[in-house]
């Protein structure tokens, strides 16, 4: 396997988000890639945006339910950064114009109070580190045509990740078993799905917990004040203008995002 081009790969990227225009995936046209690679090149990518002014405020796990693995066709998690620009403040409408083929999916988000770094970092240490949990809607885009990639593809593409959402209320994890935490996905009034935290790696934090261990292989952490979201509970919905998403989870309250 060959180094891909990097200049190209990140130019491909950034040119499909900027002009909302798909593109294919990277390992069709570049040639194939590896994960490892594929981290460099999402990390080329951030640092492009960094460049631009944005500046890195928390992290995404993707892929990390049965139901999203199925969806999208592998079989390990996924991890991708999120910045400033990205996040919604509640109550803020997602304007579709500004994604190629927006999804919406419930994630339960944690909010840390202190830095979280090393390979043997497991779920209890999470717990630990926790300031607040919080109820987040994930907003994807994807920037290859249709969601269709590969797994290295979706890597450099940031996981996919356009931005996110989380509701107004910080919950105490301590106390509270996340494994148990129920949602209900609701688009325009209709239930669309339903999960507990347990689809998550069995253990929300179970998943913070994989995504520090996988940072630990690259010499990288988790900072104080990040917002992490542990990954998806139930699949993804696409959503279009005139559309209401509203994710209601136990003990955590709803979050709403109204699309236009
Ligand atoms: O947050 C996620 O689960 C994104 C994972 C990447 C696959 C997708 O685009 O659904
Ligand atoms: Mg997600």
Request: with cysteine.
């Amino acid at each position: 396997m060959s180094a891909v081009d990097s200049t190209a790969a990140v130019r491909r990227l950034t040119e499909a988000a900027r002009s909302r225009t798909a593109t294919s995936p990277l390992t069709s046209d570049l040639g194939p890639f590896d994960a490892a690679m594929a981290y460099d090149l999402q990390a080329a990518v951030i640092d492009d945006r960094i460049a631009q002014g944005s500046s890195i405020i928390g992290a995404k796990l993707g892929l990390t339910s049965e139901a999203k693995q199925r969806q999208m066709k592998v079989s390990e998690p996924l991890y991708g950064w999120l910045t400033d620009d990205m996040r919604l403040d509640p109550g803020e409408a997602l304007e579709c114009a500004r994604y190629i083929q927006p999804r919406c999916e419930p994630e339960i988000a944690f909010l840390l109070d202190d830095e979280l770094s090393g390979p043997d970092v497991g779920a209890a240490d999470v717990l630990a580190a926790t300031a607040a949990v919080m109820p987040a809607i994930d907003v994807l885009d994807s920037r290859f045509t249709g969601y269709a990639f590969t797994l290295p593809d979706v890597i450099a593409d940031n996981a996919s990740g356009a931005g996110f959402i989380t509701g107004s209320t910080l919950v105490d994890p301590f106390g509270i078993d996340l494994r148990l935490i129920g949602v209900t996905l609701e688009v325009n009034g209709i239930l669309r799905a339903t999960a507990a935290g347990a689809a998550v790696l069995g253990h929300p934090a179970a998943s913070v917990a994989w995504l520090v261990r996988a940072l630990a292989r690259r010499d990288e952490g988790l900072e104080a004040g990040m917002v992490i979201l542990s990954g998806a509970l139930t699949e993804a919905v696409a959503v279009a203008p005139g559309d209401v998403v509203v994710a209601r989870f136990d003990r955590l309250g709803t979050v709403e995002v109204p699309c236009r």
